[in-house]
């Protein structure tokens, strides 16, 4: 059974950072591209940031240049660095891989307000 668990959410304020991780069980890590999503209340799910299996990454444009994605498949985890905190990046986070989908988890609140 695939468990995906997100980690690292909290409460910050605008211009802060929190690094998200999210650990994977359950089956083979390193062959599938992951990608970080986000859903913020009354809105769709949103993917934000895709590493593929060899590092290769893309971004919404509205994180650009604020969140770095990563990976490390010794851990099976994939990690999501976000600086510069906007309070329109409020939202649960939630990891996985492409279409279709794992089971999702729990996802982790990320909340920015001052």
């Known amino acids: 059974q695939v468990q995906l668990v997100e980690s690292g959410g909290g409460l910050v304020q605008p211009g802060g950072s929190l690094r998200l991780s999210c650990v994977v069980s359950?089956?083979?890590?390193?062959?599938?591209?992951m990608g970080w999503y986000r859903q913020a209340p009354g809105k769709q799910r949103e993917l934000v940031a895709r590493i593929r299996s060899g590092g290769t990454t893309t971004y919404a444009d509205s994180v650009k240049g604020r969140f770095t994605i990563s990976r490390d498949n010794a851990k099976n985890t994939v990690y999501l660095q976000m600086n510069s905190l906007k309070p329109e990046d409020t939202a649960v986070y939630y990891c996985?891989?492409?279409?279709?989908?794992?089971?999702w988890g729990q996802g982790t609140q990320v909340t920015v307000s001052s």
């Open positions: 996985n891989k492409d279409a279709p989908y794992d089971h």
């Open positions: 359950g089956r083979i890590f390193s062959i599938y591209p």
